[in-house]
């Protein structure tokens, strides 16, 4: 495959827009909230199915973001970081061999994921906590003390939550982190491929859909990015814009358009700022819809 950057102009978007627009049908409240329900679950099979071999290493994440960098200006203290959604680990290893002072807290809400990164052999307790957190409603505060990390990677994992439940994960997150921290994120955009591809039948809601496996997948736009971290979470806005790709396979002669979000979002020096900002937005309770363990 050969990647050629291309820019979301308006007859890009139009056509995207056209496309979303046929699908008219959504699937049934009943189905609804049973994918929601059991979204741990359902990635509890995919992990079953898989095991460790699906997705394959994140070497690529210090290029996209300069924080995950060894020498940074948040590697000069031992920095402490929070990969939500860990899965089986392909973020953590390339980060730990990277940066030796780092030290790294993992979770996912799939426990069979977790069990992966505990058997890993480059598992070290020393160096790395992995551990079982659905972040809508389980507080992270209760494993991590608060506002004690520097970094929070959320890499292709908010796709995965109910949006009603984003903004809960973002309080919970932000509980951790410390004045001055940041977000590093990166997920599905609107108009991308894959959510141009799905046919009648997966659709929820505007921008999420169900897979065959019944895990979730929402397509994120900037706005909705901001509307989340800014004025649900209080956080400052560094980056917040689409990564735009086109994949062309010569041979096959097919061209497919990637688009993702990635953004930056860092906690304010005041701390008062932030518990102003999250005053009501709250972590769903254990009986309510949210995801179960």
Same mark, same amino acid.
């Given at each position: 495959?050969?990647?050629?950057?291309?820019?979301?102009?308006?007859?890009?978007?139009s056509?995207?827009?056209?496309?979303?627009?046929?699908?008219?049908?959504?699937? *049934?409240?009943?189905?609804?909230?049973?994918?929601?329900?059991?979204?741990?679950?359902?990635?509890?099979?995919?992990?079953?199915?898989?095991?460790?071999?699906?997705?394959?290493?994140?070497?690529?994440?210090?290029?996209?973001?300069?924080?995950?960098?060894? !020498?940074?200006?948040?590697?000069?203290?031992k920095?402490?970081?929070?990969?939500?959604?860990?899965?089986?680990?392909?973020?953590?290893?390339?980060?730990?061999?990277?940066?030796p002072?780092?030290?790294? #807290?993992?979770?996912?809400?799939?426990?069979?994921?977790? !069990?992966?990164?505990?058997?890993?052999?480059? #598992?070290?307790e020393?160096?790395?906590?992995?551990?079982?957190?659905?972040?809508?409603?389980d507080?992270?505060?209760?494993?991590?003390?608060?506002?004690?990390?520097?970094?929070?990677?959320?890499?292709?994992?908010?796709?995965?939550?109910?949006?009603e439940? @984003?903004?809960?994960?973002?309080?919970?997150?932000?509980?951790?982190?410390k *004045?001055?921290?940041?977000?590093?994120?990166r997920?599905?955009?609107?108009?991308?491929?894959?959510?141009?591809?799905?046919?009648? !039948?997966?659709?929820?809601?505007?921008?999420?859909?169900?897979? @065959?496996? !019944?895990?979730?997948?929402?397509?994120?736009?900037?706005?909705r990015?901001?509307?989340?971290?800014?004025?649900h979470?209080?956080?400052?806005?560094?980056?917040?814009?689409y990564?735009?790709?086109?994949?062309?396979?010569?041979?096959?002669?097919?061209?497919?358009?990637?688009?993702?979000? @990635?953004?930056?979002?860092?906690? *304010?020096?005041?701390?008062?700022?932030?518990?102003t900002?999250?005053?009501?937005?709250?972590?769903?309770?254990?009986?309510?819809?949210?995801m179960?363990?």
């Amino acid at each position: 495959n050969i990647v050629v950057w291309f820019y979301m102009d308006e007859s890009f978007v139009s056509n995207a827009k056209e496309i979303l627009a046929k699908d008219t049908s959504v699937v *049934p409240e009943f189905w609804q909230n049973k994918y929601k329900n059991e979204a741990s679950k359902n990635w509890d099979k995919f992990y079953n199915r898989n095991t460790t071999n699906f997705f394959k290493d994140r070497h690529w994440t210090d290029r996209e973001f300069e924080e995950l960098r060894a !020498g940074h200006v948040f590697s000069e203290s031992k920095p402490v970081l929070l990969e939500i959604g860990c899965g089986v680990g392909n973020f953590i290893w390339p980060i730990l061999e990277r940066n030796p002072d780092i030290y790294v #807290y993992a979770c996912d809400f799939s426990p069979r994921a977790v !069990g992966f990164v505990q058997a890993n052999e480059n #598992y070290n307790e020393s160096r790395a906590r992995a551990f079982v957190c659905d972040i809508t409603k389980d507080r992270l505060a209760d494993t991590i003390p608060p506002h004690s990390v520097d970094i929070v990677s959320a890499i292709y994992v908010f796709s995965a939550l109910p949006p009603e439940k @984003q903004a809960a994960a973002v309080a919970n997150i932000v509980e951790i982190l410390k *004045p001055g921290g940041r977000i590093l994120f990166r997920d599905y955009g609107v108009y991308d491929l894959a959510q141009l591809r799905f046919k009648s !039948g997966h659709k929820l809601e505007d921008n999420l859909y169900v897979r @065959q496996d !019944g895990t979730l997948s929402y397509y994120f736009s900037t706005e909705r990015l901001r509307e989340l971290f800014v004025q649900h979470g209080g956080l400052v806005e560094l980056e917040n814009d689409y990564v735009v790709k086109k994949l062309v396979n010569a041979k096959l002669n097919i061209n497919s358009d990637r688009i993702f979000a @990635q953004a930056k979002f860092q906690a *304010p020096i005041d701390t008062q700022a932030i518990e102003t900002a999250m005053t009501g937005t709250k972590l769903a309770d254990a009986d309510s819809t949210s995801m179960e363990m």
